[in-house]
């Protein structure tokens, strides 16, 4: 990328397969543009419904081996709509401390209870399962992949606890369906579980814009007519369904992307743990390289950008105070030279003088 007039290693993106400019998915993007124009023109419900939008709908539901998905035009407006519309006052909503913004933002919309269990752990879980009241709906929610840390959820555990107290669950894998699993299915597919509602992402892995939840019929049904965010807003626009469309052929087919993807991440974490640096639980292509005070994080990310290296630091509140960390994202483009000049470069930084000094308390 270039910053400023200045070439810059980019490692803080969510293009995990590089599709975002990959040939096909612009084809993908100009034929849809050609043959629907710029915009949808309207809702859904009311004038916005293209064959296209439908077509991306049932192409994700066969892919994820769902009955059906819905498109929404965000992420973030998908969990709004799917906890809103599955929980209201009576209910209770069991979400995991780590949950992505637009979940915890989900949650107090929907007016439920909301019980929250320590991260990923899975004793914890079921203590707050145990003691949930006897009466509404309850929906247990959790990300995927946890978007700061890069660790995975236990989903093979939650799962059939899950079911064992009467529990919907919903899954948000922005960061995981295209990335993990031997069919890029995600993270329920490494886990080898089926949910109520499977959340995915199309601003990341697919490289275009927008989201979708795929689900059974009567839960597809129930949002379309009860998810405020899925119905009062303008469909996503014709250029991004059709490169959407065009990425998740290729997300199907190439899976040495995600091999690669994988690989990569690995690299890099292991160069850094290997230098005594601290990458957290991470598993996956999401690598916090976690520093400490922000002062230190940002401190840091500025040198790594002297350095030619474009990454950014999370601060409180992203995470919580003292855990301020730079989070590295690398793609399948990166070539094994790239990541390791990023990693002695940051080793390089993390441990001179001026950040260890940084780093005293
Ligand atoms: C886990 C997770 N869920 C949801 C979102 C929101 O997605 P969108 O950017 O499409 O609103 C993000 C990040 O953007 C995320 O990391």
Known sequence: MQVDGRSALMLAGANYLDLASDARVLAGAHAALDRYGAAAGGARLISGNLTLHEDLEHRLARFLGYAHALLFSTGYMANLGVLTALCGPEDALVSDSLNHASIIDACRLSGAKTYIFEHNDVEDFERVLRALPPRGRRVVVVDGVYSMDGDVAPLAALVPIAREYDCWVVVDDAHGIGTLGTSGRGATECAGVQVDALIGNLGKAFG?????????????????????????????????????????????????????????????????????LDTGRSTTQIVPLILGTSRRTMQLCEAALERGIYVQGIRYPSVAEGSARLRLTPTCAHRESDIDSCTSALIDLANSDAFRAEAAP
């Not at 014709?238 to 469309?245: E, I, R, S, T």
């Not at 040495?256 to 292991?270: F, G, V």
Request: aromatic share 8%; charged share 25%.
């Open 208 to 276: 275009s814009f927008g989201a979708f939840v795929a689900c059974g019929e009567a839960l597809r049904d129930w949002l379309i007519n009860r998810s405020r965010s899925f119905i009062f807003t303008c469909a996503i626009a014709p250029p991004a369904v059709g490169a959407a469309l065009a990425a998740l052929e290729i997300v199907r087919n190439e899976p040495e992307r995600r091999e690669r993807l994988q690989a990569r991440a690995e690299r890099l974490r292991a160069g850094l743990r290997a230098a005594g």
